[in-house]
């Protein structure tokens, strides 16, 4: 079992940047890909960036490709989610998620997920 926390969201004006953290706990997740989706009010959850588990492969949505950054730090346990020149279209709750997946973009192929962070972009 594999427990997620995720951390730094938070309120930001546009052009503005935020880096979230994934913590996992419980298990290593070297074995794991990590993904960070997102859901807006009203909106399905939607993939935003993916990384493979020897990070060499990042994956992004072409709505944050250019201005996200994902990384991970296999010795910390812990995977990061750099965004840039955020937009007030970038507002929504940000969910990091593990699994051994083979399809990044796909959220049904991810085991586990953390509870959340709010990411508010202001216009």
Do not use: H
Not at 9 to 35: D, E, H, I, K, N
Not at 79 to 106: F, H, I, W
């Amino acid at each position: 079992q594999v427990q997620l926390i995720e951390s730094g969201g938070g309120l930001v004006q546009a052009g503005g940047s935020l880096t979230l953290s994934c913590a996992a706990s419980g298990r290593t997740f070297r074995p794991y890909a990590m993904g960070w989706f997102r859901q807006a009010p009203g909106n399905q959850r939607e993939f935003v960036s993916a990384i493979s588990k020897y990070g060499d492969l990042p994956y992004y949505g072409d709505s944050v490709k250019g201005r996200f950054t994902i990384s991970r730090d296999n010795a910390k346990n812990t995977a990061y989610l750099q965004m840039n020149s955020l937009k007030p279209e970038d507002t929504a709750v940000y969910y990091c998620a593990a699994g051994r997946v083979t399809n990044y973009r796909r959220l049904n192929e991810y085991d586990y997920w953390g509870q959340g962070t709010q990411v508010t972009v202001s216009s």
